[in-house]
């Protein structure tokens, strides 16, 4: 049996894009220095990564369309956080970020990670952007050049 797997490993040619939403920018921003230190850490060269702002995570899948479409970057990172309150907002929000970002990925056909954290409490959002929990920008930066390094295989 062939075995088809992805490295860890860019050869820094690779462009990549991080989309992340500036609300709950306090984590956000943790999992972006996460994601950058990997793309670093891993051969990337920082001028070959571009950061995207938008407003909050139901944004996301509309910068993504918009960047995927232009066929200009390798991978895109998606990073967020939809923290849960008293409402039902948080189920909309975190449902139609999350549908968005798979329907534009099968769309496309392209290399896209899902760093979107959905969590009950502020705590689990903090452990999960660099605590108890590692750092899921990290993680997902990692899922992200492990996933071009298996398309450029397949």
């Known amino acids: ?89 948080f189920d909309y929000v975190s449902a139609e970020a999350t549908k968005g970002i798979a329907t534009s990925t099968l769309k496309y056909n392209a290399c896209v990670s899902f760093g979107l954290l959905t969590t009950d409490t502020i705590e689990q959002a903090i452990e999960r952007a660099g605590t108890k929990a590692g750092n899921k920008g990290f993680e997902a930066m990692n899922s992200l050049i492990e996933m071009m390094s298996l398309y450029k295989k397949i």
């Open 1 to 89: 049996m062939n075995k088809i797997e992805g490295d860890l490993r860019l050869d820094g040619s690779e462009r990549v894009a991080i989309i992340v939403s500036r609300f709950n920018h306090l984590i956000t921003d943790r999992l972006v220095e996460g994601a950058r230190d990997s793309f670093l850490r891993h051969g990337g060269i920082d001028e070959n990564l571009d950061l995207v702002l938008v407003p909050g995570a139901y944004e996301i899948p509309f910068a993504l369309n918009k960047i995927l479409d232009d066929d200009a970057y390798n991978g895109v990172c998606c990073l967020g956080a939809v923290i849960r309150g008293a409402t039902p907002h």
